[in-house]
């Protein structure tokens, strides 16, 4: 269980808590939890465009299946291979979830790196080819522009907006502030 994660804003006046492991931010002392961004976008509905794509994947499955397997299949046979035909949306999601996971550790690393002056990473030589393209396409945007960081994975909080959550980075992209949350 990660411990919870503090940080005073406007001027000291509000501490911010983060409490990972639920991903719910409130302001010390208080019982009520702030909106996070996270929450804010997860009430959007988004599945009308991933319901096509799932569909692919366990059509594509059980297409692989049969032109290398002849039949007939007794029923024993074909509903394992159904079960993992329904799966293949999970799988593909953990598969991209991890190499992102791996992306973003760097491009955090290389973010910091530069904010402190330090050498930046190096793309680890055992990268898998989708991690080292990932890492890759970060290393290009950020040559191609005028990037210049001010934080990583920062807490931030809006009293206007009454929301917070933790971004990845606050930077300035050609000349405009920008913050950076996946």
Known sequence: MAEKITEKLYGGEITLEHLPDSH???IEG????LLSVTACTGIIDKSR???PWAVGL???HLRSFLESNSGPFTVEEIVPVIEEAVRQHQIKKEQAASIGDMVHAYAEAFALAVIHRSDVPSIPDDSDGRVRAGINAFLSWFNEHDVRFQHAEK????RVHGYADLVDAIATVNGKRMLSRT
């Open 24 to 26: 719910r931010y409130r």
């Open 30 to 33: 208080s019982k009520e939890y």
């Open 49 to 51: 465009f991933l319901i």
């Open 58 to 60: 366990a059509e594509k």
């Open 155 to 158: 807490l931030i909080y809006s």
